[in-house]
């Protein structure tokens, strides 16, 4: 089971950046596609980008495309979420997990404890 240690939120202004990281433990983490999600208050936890075990092919969620980057750096067991052009809309808590499925998209059982983004209009 992967370990996952989400790092990097905090409080920005609309049309300002942050990049998020996620570290994760465990020799499994190169073997698996990884997601960023999020959960705003009052609102289901979604799906925001995808990236292969590889990390030559990635999805978005249509909000954010264009505006969000995922990457991955297997040596170093951390996948990354660039952010871009943020909006009010994006705040909400910035989760990772690996997928069971990525024709499903379905996390893991296991989270980490997130990181809080918050875009002031």
């Known amino acids: 089971q992967v370990q996952l240690v989400e790092s990097g939120g905090g409080l920005v202004q609309a049309g300002g950046s942050l990049r998020l990281s996620c570290a994760a433990s465990?020799?499994?983490?190169?073997?698996?596609?990884m997601g960023w999600y999020r959960q705003a208050p009052g609102k289901q936890r979604e799906l925001v980008a995808a990236?292969?075990?590889?990390?030559?092919?990635?999805n978005y969620a249509d909000s954010v495309k264009g505006r969000f980057t995922i990457s991955r750096d297997n040596a170093k067991n951390t996948v990354y979420l660039q952010m871009n052009s943020l909006k009010p809309e994006d705040t909400a808590v910035y989760y990772c997990?690996?997928?069971?499925?990525?024709?499903?998209?379905?996390?893991?059982?296991?989270w980490g404890q997130g990181t809080q983004v918050t875009v002031s209009s």
């Open positions: 997990n690996a997928l069971r499925s990525w024709y499903t998209f379905a996390p893991f059982d296991s």
């Open positions: 465990g020799s499994v983490f190169g073997k698996n596609a």
């Open positions: 990236i292969t075990s590889g990390g030559r092919t990635t």
